[in-house]
């Protein structure tokens, strides 16, 4: 049986944020998802579509042209 707790980073130790039943000295698998995700502000359904569908025209509107320069991967996934 799987369960998600979301935790803290504090100190060098994770802090759950709310009460897991879970043994003293139970070994667990971490999923840290990248905290510089910012969550997105528009949560209304209608909103976001409408959204979307600007950024496709706009993104249809304004396509990347054949002769761009390509990146590399490292220029694409920058190391911090």
């Excluded at 993104?59 to 990146?71: D, G, H, S, V, W």
């Amino acid at each position: 049986m799987s369960q998600r707790v979301r935790a803290v980073f504090q100190d060098g130790v994770f802090i759950p944020k709310q009460p897991c039943d879970l043994p003293d000295g139970s070994e667990v698998d971490l999923t840290v998802d990248d905290p510089y995700t910012i969550p997105p502000e528009v949560t209304d359904p209608v909103e976001r579509a409408a959204l979307l569908k600007e950024l496709v025209r706009s993104m249809r509107e304004n396509p990347i042209p054949a002769n761009a320069p390509r990146f590399t991967r490292d220029e694409l996934h920058e190391r911090r």
